[in-house]
């Protein structure tokens, strides 16, 4: 099955609910662990035991593992691999924005299966030109995995970049997600090249019906809403994964409780 297939699936089973499992050193202490190794791997671990087994989705952010060197990837390694175990999709959070060898060299590690980080999919910028991401949309092609492309970010410096005008004369956000209906075209459930938006952006006229998925991130503790997700993306809403990490994983390391708080925004979210 293609990526958005197997999304598609996983979201009519579990809901539109992404877990960001983001060990923040606040989180940690949160926690009442040490900001370590062995802190992080209680962390990460213990997160996922809570909500890989309820939700759609598990996005855990690269950076945070990484600043602990080797043993901290090896950390990621586990949590993508328990995760998927526990019948979760797996999208990894590496924001990668390269070219030419470089940019293959980043889809052979997140997304050919050979590799001990091998995701579902990656999140992936194209601020290089959307053909430097080639690689990317080729490799996840060929091992029927995803890329969710940044678009429209709602970090307050975004839109000197994405709302930058095109000759043709629409912003360079808009162009993403036209790359990307291209990319979807006759795509049966769902395609498999999706966006990133924020679930706390403003006004936008895009038209979001791209035949792709929507990563949402914002939703819950960074003040995005149902409300929003609906006034944002209208008739795509249903094509919408809203993320959040905080307004779950600071309920740890208490697992019934994060499991209860995935389960009731996936409530909510259908409804």
């Excluded at 678009?151 to 410096?157: G, K, R």
């Excluded at 994405?162 to 049966?188: C, F, K, W, Y």
Aim: charged share 20%; with cysteine.
């Amino acid at each position: 099955m293609t990526f958005g297939a197997r999304l598609h699936a996983a979201m009519a089973d579990r809901g539109p609910f992404c877990v960001g499992i983001d060990p923040h050193a606040s989180l940690l202490r949160e926690w009442g662990l040490p900001d370590d190794v062995a802190g992080l791997e209680r962390f990460a671990l213990g997160a996922v035991e809570a909500v890989a087994p309820v939700c759609s989705v598990v996005k855990p952010q690269s950076a945070f593992y990484e600043r602990f060197g080797s043993r901290g990837v090896a950390v990621l390694e586990r949590v993508i691999a328990e995760s998927r175990a526990a019948g979760a999709l797996v999208l990894l959070d590496v924001k990668r924005g390269d070219i030419g060898s470089t940019s293959q060299a980043y889809a052979d590690a997140y997304l050919d299966p050979a590799s001990p980080l091998a995701a579902d999919a990656i999140t992936a910028s194209p601020y290089l030109g959307f053909g430097s991401i080639a690689p990317m949309i080729d490799t996840a092609r060929r091992h029927d995995a995803g890329v969710f492309v940044l678009a429209l970010t709602s970090n307050p410096e975004g839109p000197e970049v994405q709302g930058a005008r095109t000759p043709a004369g629409g912003t360079v956000g808009s162009l993403m997600i036209e790359h990307l209906r291209r990319l979807n075209d006759g795509a049966e459930p769902l395609g498999s090249f999706g966006a990133v938006v924020g679930a706390t952006i403003g006004e936008s006229d895009v038209d979001f019906s791209f035949n792709g998925p929507v990563l949402a991130p914002g939703y819950g503790a960074q003040g995005g809403t149902t409300a929003d997700i609906r006034r944002i993306f209208g008739a795509a809403a249903g094509q919408v994964l809203a993320s959040s990490s905080r307004e779950v994983l600071r309920l740890g390391p208490d697992g019934t409780s994060m499991r209860d708080a995935v389960l009731a925004a996936n409530d909510e979210l259908r409804a």
